[in-house]
């Protein structure tokens, strides 16, 4: 059984990604946890919904389609953290680095609450009554914590069968096998084969087949000794294939990859030449390393031969990311992970730059100067350890590059436009004609009522390139229109503290949303820190005593008012709905009823104490080691974190070492040094993950590739100090009108596979259905009725045999599982002793002959009923309900035992030995090699050996082996000729499988 359920990214405009797989058992996988620049949790609540019942979770790509929401499900959905997730190991890399930026970059990534739960809590609060929402963000994750969450991802290689452990509450996984396959596209991008029983599943959204400058393509026809002209084994006829229709909607750029790059580095050196600026948008982990890396291989070549003509020699290049640095340094450890002649390139520059090293010591020991230094254009360079390519991570870098005059070219985060530096960098350049934005990709619509700025763009450049389209057709497709007259509304974000009733509002909605997790997870959750709401408190999420655990601990941080009401009401929770929970929830409660009863109800309720440590022990605490002159002191209490401590009030519950909830606006905040120094120790951790990744050594072009010198460092603390507000924060939006002089074009350098290479491959793959994601409904519609006429033969439905084609929409649900007779029945003991298993693809097969006999009629518990005669006697009206439910739990499927020695003669002529696999003529070849014959390939598909005998495949599982007299050999031979031997082998490389 196999079902699949888009939870967003289907026939939608939003470029978000979620799928939900399921198998027989109750086993649940999460591809992705993809999210829009929108930020709306509305978005996630069937996600939060189906955290419970995951078994594992699967990662594609390090983009915001794929991941943003990865950090914000980790910190806000209580069991999240606990389910096993996989992932290559550049995605978890520049996973981190992305969701780092995106927090960095705007507000809106914590996420505004809803107007519907802050409307439970808001009976005693006149602040919604206007009906409007005061925009309160959701507790954002800290720097450190986003590093933790991706330290529990599990990485994998590509080619490596894995079976992953289950979640905690998860039924077992019964075998079930994933494997991670190149899909091109990005860094470490991911096709998932997903192996479980008769079920061979191929999940592909967002892959590319073409070769780039950075990225392979995808491993669809990697195999060996097929000649790039066959899909490999393992990707071959799966039951059931997920596959992105995004990309085969736009018309492609005829002249592949060249006339791509010609194309973009064309209108840069027009625009640069006329002393504009260049703007192209890009995300800031993935395609902006295919972007960089053109750029700069582009900028060394015309500028370092002496040229004077080219334009490029008075223009400056920026890539403008808040990780921009740490992403770098990553990239340069994962070069085995890229195109092969990225690794040639650094090979060749490792070698000659240790021969020029050589020189120049030769040439300072002879005393006279000698040998290329950094600086000397003849210095070799590693691949992304740029020369030309400036790296800007602070926003004053930033606005100080757009404040100046002068020819230029600006990658900035993000592609949406809705957040990064890329919406400054327009709303600067947008008043000049010369300057160009260049739009890499077709940009998503979040919400169908609401463009972003990146959207509008985008349609504007396609409205008007069909009217360049009737002057040039031939050209219509980089068009370069002018967006002169139009004006966009621009909207910008703020941070804001709370005031008057926002604050207790604020206070009762994490008093609901604590009591609720705790109710669900027996108070194991950590994700609600009110604590860290108001001041960064570590000692409280460091604390591993008993007092966690503590009844009288659960409500910290609530003031008066929340405290009583929540005494008043119990938030609506009876014992019935708290459950076993009762226990430690409820005082003097100590017995509860577990009998009929199932699961986690049965069992004592635990509460596990979390140490928070990273893979060097327990975390630091920075403020326990300042010297005494960094204290700030009042008659010798320490106040560095945060004011006077005032009295508790009466009732309200604290933990020995917490800080209240107080007005925000009149809490002392956290002095700027200790900033800086949170600040300093961030940035010293990416430093050390990114050594612990090139193996322990430090990288000596770090230093290279730092934009500016210390003597900003205080700017920018000091601009971060202003624009951080301490404690619970909302958002407040102002709108701006901006008017576009510039110029708009497209250049397609999004990576995706087109029309035709779907078209070309999935009828090399053969699923047996085809499931179309990851697109807008008319390009996937459009995709579904050309693949049904391509796979069945012209037809517009699925013919007898033919492959079912699916275009599920977000929410739906599609029955894919496999069209075979099979039905469950259990084997008794004494069959099981008689049977031998063989290994096929993973799979164990066995021909049994056996009898079926109907099902047991008694109660399947057989030793738990023996188990309940020695329990405590139920009362009168339990024990009969219990009686009652034991005798509806009937074991009802069939038993298939051993036939009878009186009806075994008749039925043993029956089954015959069977011949279980399909060898490949590739690896018949190495076999009869291995064996010291000839064997090479003559035609389409002939396989000939000692040149006797000729072997041909002429269908799945059917093998032709042709040979004259010559093949037969001397009859009184033992071993026979090569005709025999060609023969025996061919059985050898199949799994036999007796009858009887």
């Known amino acids: 059984m196999f079902n699949f359920t888009p939870l967003l990214g289907a026939q939608s405009t939003s470029p978000a990604s979620q799928s939900l797989l399921e198998f027989d058992g109750g086993i649940k996988i ?61 995605v978890i890399s520049l996973g981190r680095t992305l969701i780092q930026d995106l927090y960095a970059s705007t507000p809106l990534a914590s996420s505004i609450i809803p107007k519907a739960p802050l409307s439970e809590s808001a009976y005693s609060f006149p602040s919604l009554r206007g009906g409007s929402n005061p925009n309160i963000l959701l507790q954002p994750p800290t720097p450190d914590e986003i590093a933790g969450y991706f330290s529990l991802i599990h990485p994998l290689k590509y080619s490596q069968p894995h079976q992953p452990l289950p979640s905690p509450f998860s039924p077992p996984l019964s075998g079930l096998t994933v494997t991670a396959y190149s899909a091109g596209h990005t860094l470490g991008g991911t096709i998932w084969h997903i192996q479980h029983g008769l079920e061979s599943i191929v999940y592909a959204v967002d892959w590319n087949q073409a070769r780039e400058h950075v990225l392979s393509g995808a491993a669809w026809l990697g195999g060996a000794g097929t000649g790039g002209s066959e899909v490999i084994e393992q990707l071959r006829r799966p039951t059931a294939m997920i596959c992105s229709s995004r990309g085969s909607g736009p018309v492609t750029l005829a002249g592949g990859r060249k006339k791509r790059d010609d194309t973009l580095l064309s209108m840069i050196r027009d625009t640069v030449a006329k002393g504009g600026t260049v703007l192209i948008p890009s995300d800031s982990s993935a395609r902006v390393l295919e972007l960089s890396y053109l750029l700069e291989e582009t900028w060394q070549a015309e500028v370092e031969q002496g040229d004077g003509s080219s334009p490029l020699k008075n223009a400056r290049l920026y890539l403008a990311s808040r990780t921009s640095g740490a992403t770098m340094r990553y990239v340069r450890s994962m070069l085995e992970w890229m195109e092969e002649g990225i690794v040639r390139e650094f090979e060749t520059a490792s070698g000659a730059q240790e021969t020029q090293a050589h020189k120049r010591n030769r040439s300072q020991q002879g005393g006279f100067a000698g040998g290329a230094k950094q600086d000397d254009p003849k210095f070799a360079r590693a691949p992304f350890d740029f020369k030309y390519l400036k790296l800007l991570e602070r926003k004053t870098q930033v606005n100080r590059l757009l404040a100046a005059e002068g020819p230029r070219v600006i990658l900035a985060s993000d592609t949406s436009l809705e957040w990064g ?106 994700a609600l820190e009110t604590s860290a709401d108001v001041v960064d408190d570590r000692s409280s999420s460091t604390s591993t005593t008993s007092e966690d655990s503590d009844v009288e601990h659960q409500g910290k941080a609530l003031n008066t008012a929340a405290t009583l009401s929540h005494a008043r009401h119990k938030l609506g929770l009876s014992d019935a709905e708290l459950g076993i929970n009762i226990l430690i929830r409820r005082k003097n409660v100590y017995d509860y009823e577990v009998r009929g009863k199932k699961g986690r109800e049965k069992m004592f309720p635990y509460v596990a104490k979390r140490r928070r440590a990273d893979d060097f022990g327990d975390l630091i605490r920075p403020e326990e080691y300042l010297r005494a002159e960094e204290r700030d002191e009042v008659d010798g209490e320490d106040m560095r974190d945060g004011g006077t401590k005032r009295e508790n009030a009466v009732g309200q519950k604290r933990k020995w070492d917490d800080v209240g909830v107080r007005n925000a606006a009149g809490a002392r905040r956290l002095s700027n040094g200790l900033n800086k120094r949170r600040k300093a120790a961030a940035m010293a951790a990416d430093d050390r ?173 057989g030793p738990e009923a023996a188990k309940k005669k020695m329990r405590t006697v139920k009362a009168e009206g339990q024990d009969s309900q219990g009686k009652d439910e034991a005798e509806s739990e009937v074991d009802a499927t069939p038993v298939l035992d051993v036939v009878p020695a009186n009806m075994a003669a008749a039925t043993r002529s029956v089954a015959q030995p069977l011949h279980v696999g399909d060898l490949r003529l590739a690896d018949l070849r190495k076999i009869m090699q291995a064996s010291g014959m000839t064997a090479e390939f003559r035609g389409e598909g002939t396989l000939v050996i000692n040149g006797t005998v000729a072997v041909r495949k002429s269908g799945t599982g059917k093998i032709e082996v042709d040979g004259g007299a010559y093949s037969m050999g001397d009859p009184r031979n033992t071993e026979g000729g090569t005709f025999f031997k060609v023969k025996r082998k061919i059985y050898e490389g199949l799994a036999v499988v007796a009858g009887g």
């Open 689 to 861: 993950d990114a050594d612990m990744e090139l193996g322990g050594k430090a990288d000596p072009r770090r230093r290279a590739a730092e934009p500016e010198s210390d003597s900003e460092d205080g700017e920018s603390d000091e601009e971060a100090a202003e624009a951080k507000v301490e404690g619970p924060s909302k958002v407040v939006f102002s709108l701006e009108t901006l008017r576009l002089e510039c110029r708009i074009s497209f250049v397609d350098f999004s990576g995706l596979h087109d029309k035709r290479s779907i078209q070309m491959l999935v009828p090399l793959i053969k699923p047996r259905k085809l499931i179309l994601v990851a697109g807008e409904e008319a390009e996937t519609n459009e995709l579904a009725a050309d693949c049904r006429k391509l796979l069945n033969s012209g037809a517009e439905e699925a013919t007898e045999g033919g492959i079912d084609v699916f275009t599920p929409c977000i929410g739906g649900t599609i029955d894919a599982s496999v069209d075979t007779n099979a039905w469950t029945v259990k084997l008794s003991q004494s069959l099981i002793r008689r049977l031998h298993w063989q290994k096929v693809k993973g799979l164990g097969v066995v021909a049994i002959t056996g009898r079926l006999e109907a099902a047991s009629l008694h109660d399947k518990a």
């Open 421 to 526: 530096f890329s919406k400054e960098a327009l709303r600067s350049i947008a008043g000049d004609n010369r300057n160009l934005v260049i739009l890499t990709e077709r940009v998503g619509q979040s919400a169908s009522d609401k463009k972003g700025l990146g959207r509008y763009l985008w349609e504007l450049w396609d409205e008007r390139r069909d009217d360049a389209a009737e002057i040039d057709a031939e050209n219509s497709a980089t068009a370069i229109v002018d967006a002169s007259g139009n004006e966009v509304v621009l909207q910008h974000v703020q941070l804001a503290p709370l005031s008057g009733g926002e604050i207790p509002l604020y206070q009762q909605y994490l008093a609901r949303q604590r009591q609720l997790q705790n109710t669900m997870q027996g108070d194991t959750s950590t």
């Open 30 to 90: 999460l591809v992705d946890v993809g999210w829009d620049e929108s930020f709306d949790v509305e978005k996630l609540k069937e996600l939060e919904r189906q955290v419970p019942t995951l078994s594992v979770i699967l990662l594609t790509h390090a983009t915001t389609a794929h991941l943003a929401a990865f950090a914000h499900c980790c910190k806000h959905f209580p069991l999240f953290t606990r389910i096993p997730i996989y992932a290559t190991l550049p």
